[in-house]
């Protein structure tokens, strides 16, 4: 099978340019390439389409054809999309259905032929997903990573404001993008469940497409992988670093009685949503918790993160850190709390090996959790999960249909059902053994990039057996011909945003 990834936005070369230092360079990069590569290892023929960059200050994506050594079967395509220089990825809807599409299909035609199927990824690959089908017939699944109803519903917009947010984000083009995408598409990719049923029935979508509806199985879920080079139980490059980076930290913060204890680490980032709080009260409520194990906190860049809170570049951050130490102070918590720095991926799956070789857990208390990477990747190296039920760790960490349990789940709204959950784990070495061993086979049975890759596969296989109707929408004049005179009006955004 020949497999196209339409991915405009960032960009791919061989050395990762960019990743997590740019807001286009992120996850998705890592999504797409991965799931490319582990195609590409199956054996099938696959490219990555992304936009040619002439631009001296992104100079590693000038060329028009790249690819990653030791990956005979990939390649990366740059077209042409819109001006030579990079543009960030609300700017690139005029250019995707005029110049990218017209220069895909040329691409092809001096190729020897379409490819099989496209993959689309984001809404404005999706868009010119939808726009290829129409031109060349060649179906394609849409993966949205991050939909534009979301988005716009955080950023609390009133009739009054929406003209503001639009002009900075442009809603207009993404969600009429996303619209036409998800309407048009072969197969609809989620993660999980919960993202087809709860995102996909948003409002601005309607009519559409009808996820727990007449459109339910043209969604496939398929859950992405952990970075298995990274995050497993074999010893990495860091952990010997990272060993003594927390023993220091352990006999700088804890008393000597309390320093073998197992910890309970959270690494998780400093916003409000992953509710640092309910885990530090959870061990203010529960004196059980507190003889049994001591609360380690991690971030990127201070090495004596509690302390040093003052240094921290957000508000937000400092604000969460002022309230633990408050809380701290309130309850006489500080002996059985840890701070340390975990500045790489390669580090967090160290401490994830060095605190698992402690008997301790993993622990993210999140009010929401989409998807949930960070819990498998700790699962992935060994450390059992205490972990949020609310979002995707309730489909990762439980098995509906056996009962069967790979990690812990806990209501993150209740400290006492933290410290429960966070009990259940340590309870016994029986018990932290089995979750040890249960999060690793759950990893490696369902959560790696082959899995994914295998998932998109047969995905296609059976749209492919039997081809979906064709999409009802038809498309907005100005995704083809883009200009003053065919801008979509923002009162056909508001129409379906703030429809009752
Ligand atoms: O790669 C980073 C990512 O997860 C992408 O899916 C997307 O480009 C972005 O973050 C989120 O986009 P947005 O904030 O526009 O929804």
């Given at each position: 099978m020949h497999v196209a990834f339409l991915n405009p936005q960032g960009n791919f070369d061989p050395n990762d340019s960019y990743w997590t230092e740019h807001p286009d360079f992120g996850g998705q990069l890592v999504y797409v390439k991965e799931v490319a590569l582990a195609m590409a290892a199956l054996g099938h023929r696959v490219d990555i389409i992304t936009r040619q960059i002439s631009d001296d200050q992104w100079p590693e994506f000038a060329a028009p054809l790249d690819g990653y050594p030791g990956h005979p079967n990939a390649r990366i395509v740059r077209i042409p999309c819109g001006p030579p220089h990079f543009l960030p990825k609300e700017q690139l809807w005029p250019h995707l259905g005029t110049g990218w599409t017209a220069g895909i299909t040329g691409f092809y035609q001096a190729d020897g032929g379409l490819p099989d199927f496209f993959t689309t990824h984001y809404g404005d690959g999706g868009l010119a997903g939808a726009l290829l089908k129409q031109q060349t017939g060649v179906p394609f699944t849409f993966t949205g990573h991050s939909l534009g109803a979301q988005k716009l519903d955080k950023l609390h917009p009133t009739p009054n404001s929406l003209a503001k947010i639009d002009a900075r984000f442009h809603f207009k083009e993404r969600i009429f993008g996303e619209r036409l995408a998800m309407n048009h598409a072969a197969r609809i990719i989620t993660s999980t469940r919960q993202e087809q049923m709860e995102q996909y029935s948003h409002r601005a979508y309607h009519g559409a497409v009808d996820p727990a509806g007449a459109d339910h199985d043209r969604f496939a879920v398929i859950p992405p992988g952990v970075n298995r080079r990274v995050f497993s139980p074999e010893p990495g490059p860091a952990d010997a670093t990272v060993a003594a980076r927390i023993d220091t930290a352990l006999a700088r913060d804890l008393p000597p009685e309390r320093r073998a204890l197992p910890l309970v680490l959270c690494s998780s980032r400093l916003d409000q949503k992953k509710n640092h709080i309910g885990l530090v009260k959870a061990f203010a409520e529960n004196a059980d918790l507190r003889r049994t194990a001591n609360l380690a906190i991690a971030i990127r860049g201070l090495d004596n993160p509690l302390q040093q809170r003052a240094q921290l570049k957000k508000a937000e951050e400092r604000a969460i850190f002022d309230d633990i130490a408050r809380l701290l102070d309130e309850h006489n918590l500080w002996p059985a709390v840890t701070s340390f720095s975990l500045n790489s991926q390669a580090e967090l799956a160290a401490a994830y090996r060095v605190t698992a070789a402690r008997g301790s857990v993993f622990s993210l208390t999140a009010t929401?959790?989409?998807?949930?990477?960070a819990p498998l990747e700790a699962m992935s190296c060994g450390l059992p999960a205490v972990v949020?039920?609310?979002?995707g760790p309730s489909e990762s960490l439980f098995d509906a249909a056996t009962g069967k349990k790979f990690g812990v789940l806990v209501d993150p709204a209740n400290p006492a059902d933290i410290a429960r959950g966070l009990l259940e784990a340590l309870e016994s070495p029986e018990t932290w053994q089995y979750y040890q061993l249960a999060g690793i086979e759950r990893v490696i049975s369902r959560y790696t990039w082959d899995r994914t890759a295998e998932g998109y596969l047969a995905a296609i296989e059976q749209a492919a057996a039997h081809l979906a109707k064709d999409g009802t929408l038809s498309v907005p004049d100005y995704f083809t011909h883009p200009g003053p005179a065919t801008e979509i009006p923002l009162s056909a955004l508001a129409d379906l945003y703030f429809q009752a």
């Amino acid at each position: 099978m020949h497999v196209a990834f339409l991915n405009p936005q960032g960009n791919f070369d061989p050395n990762d340019s960019y990743w997590t230092e740019h807001p286009d360079f992120g996850g998705q990069l890592v999504y797409v390439k991965e799931v490319a590569l582990a195609m590409a290892a199956l054996g099938h023929r696959v490219d990555i389409i992304t936009r040619q960059i002439s631009d001296d200050q992104w100079p590693e994506f000038a060329a028009p054809l790249d690819g990653y050594p030791g990956h005979p079967n990939a390649r990366i395509v740059r077209i042409p999309c819109g001006p030579p220089h990079f543009l960030p990825k609300e700017q690139l809807w005029p250019h995707l259905g005029t110049g990218w599409t017209a220069g895909i299909t040329g691409f092809y035609q001096a190729d020897g032929g379409l490819p099989d199927f496209f993959t689309t990824h984001y809404g404005d690959g999706g868009l010119a997903g939808a726009l290829l089908k129409q031109q060349t017939g060649v179906p394609f699944t849409f993966t949205g990573h991050s939909l534009g109803a979301q988005k716009l519903d955080k950023l609390h917009p009133t009739p009054n404001s929406l003209a503001k947010i639009d002009a900075r984000f442009h809603f207009k083009e993404r969600i009429f993008g996303e619209r036409l995408a998800m309407n048009h598409a072969a197969r609809i990719i989620t993660s999980t469940r919960q993202e087809q049923m709860e995102q996909y029935s948003h409002r601005a979508y309607h009519g559409a497409v009808d996820p727990a509806g007449a459109d339910h199985d043209r969604f496939a879920v398929i859950p992405p992988g952990v970075n298995r080079r990274v995050f497993s139980p074999e010893p990495g490059p860091a952990d010997a670093t990272v060993a003594a980076r927390i023993d220091t930290a352990l006999a700088r913060d804890l008393p000597p009685e309390r320093r073998a204890l197992p910890l309970v680490l959270c690494s998780s980032r400093l916003d409000q949503k992953k509710n640092h709080i309910g885990l530090v009260k959870a061990f203010a409520e529960n004196a059980d918790l507190r003889r049994t194990a001591n609360l380690a906190i991690a971030i990127r860049g201070l090495d004596n993160p509690l302390q040093q809170r003052a240094q921290l570049k957000k508000a937000e951050e400092r604000a969460i850190f002022d309230d633990i130490a408050r809380l701290l102070d309130e309850h006489n918590l500080w002996p059985a709390v840890t701070s340390f720095s975990l500045n790489s991926q390669a580090e967090l799956a160290a401490a994830y090996r060095v605190t698992a070789a402690r008997g301790s857990v993993f622990s993210l208390t999140a009010t929401y959790e989409p998807f949930g990477l960070a819990p498998l990747e700790a699962m992935s190296c060994g450390l059992p999960a205490v972990v949020t039920q609310n979002g995707g760790p309730s489909e990762s960490l439980f098995d509906a249909a056996t009962g069967k349990k790979f990690g812990v789940l806990v209501d993150p709204a209740n400290p006492a059902d933290i410290a429960r959950g966070l009990l259940e784990a340590l309870e016994s070495p029986e018990t932290w053994q089995y979750y040890q061993l249960a999060g690793i086979e759950r990893v490696i049975s369902r959560y790696t990039w082959d899995r994914t890759a295998e998932g998109y596969l047969a995905a296609i296989e059976q749209a492919a057996a039997h081809l979906a109707k064709d999409g009802t929408l038809s498309v907005p004049d100005y995704f083809t011909h883009p200009g003053p005179a065919t801008e979509i009006p923002l009162s056909a955004l508001a129409d379906l945003y703030f429809q009752a």
